[in-house]
T-cell receptor
Framework: DGGITQSPKYLFRKEGQNVTLSCEQN?????MYWYRQDPGQGLRLIYY???????QKGDIAEGYSVSREKKESFPLTVTSAQKNPTAFYLC???????????FGQGTRLTVV | EDKVVQSPLSLVVHEGDTVTLNCSYE??????LLWYKQEKKAPTFLFML????IEKKSGRLSSILDKKELFSILNITATQTGDSAIYLC??????????FGAGTILRVKS
């Protein structure tokens, strides 16, 4: 079955540690996205990538980094510079603009 | 700056009621607008709207876009408890960027 897989579902980290969230898709989509969701704030765009080896900052990129070395993979690193990293993180992909975007099941990150 | 604004932020209704959710947008080189339903984790796709005045319909849900007023509405008739969810509106902007609003939390009471 085609889809987007995010792992892990739940992640706990100590403050000051970097952590990497995985996102893999087998839909052969060119574009991939990372969103952060906090209660009452909808989805805020962190980074997005339209093709391999290229990505752009979204609205809240500070404290995050990404890579796009393969078409099917778009990992997100939450660095110690991110002041409030506890949140629900969603990865999405789309074939191109003006089409439906598909989502993974999300990773809930808790920093203690 | 690209912006998508949804209202109301939350809504409580009784089963059988009809609800209207609102979405306004200001994005660079607007292409289309999407509606999603989020119940637990992954948002699920409802509609994509590209043309003004053409209603998209699926069962009790319908949606329409007004490109002149930069506005869309999502209607749900004869609501059921299973309609309880967060409803998200998103707009495609320049550069293949998908911008979401804050969402409307809908709770349907039995």
């Amino acid at each position: 079955d085609g889809g987007i897989t995010q792992s892990p579902k739940y992640l706990f980290r100590k403050e000051g540690q970097n952590v990497t969230l995985s996102c893999e898709q087998n839909l052969n989509h060119d574009a991939m996205y990372w969103y952060r969701q906090d209660p009452g704030q909808g989805l805020r765009l962190i980074y997005y990538s339209q093709i391999v080896n290229d990505f752009q900052k979204g609205d809240i990129a500070e404290g995050y980094s990404v890579s796009r070395e393969k078409k099917e993979s778009f990992p997100l690193t939450v660095t110690s510079a991110q002041k409030n990293p506890t949140a629900f993180y969603l990865c999405a992909s789309s074939e191109r603009q003006n089409t439906e975007a598909f989502f993974g099941q999300g990773t809930r990150l808790t920093v203690v | 700056e690209d912006k998508v604004v949804q209202s109301p932020l939350s809504l409580v209704v009784h089963e059988g009621d009809t609800v209207t959710l609102n979405c306004s947008y200001e994005v660079t080189n607007f292409r289309s607008l999407l509606w999603y339903k989020q119940e637990k984790k992954a948002p699920t796709f409802l509609f994509m709207l590209t043309s003004s005045g053409i209603e998209k319909k699926s069962g009790r849900l319908s949606s329409i876009l007004d490109k002149k007023e930069l506005f869309s509405i999502l209607n749900i008739t004869a609501t059921q408890t299973g309609d309880s969810a967060i409803y998200l509106c998103a707009a495609w902007s320049a550069g293949n960027k998908l911008v979401f609003g804050a969402g409307t939390i809908l709770r349907v009471k039995s």
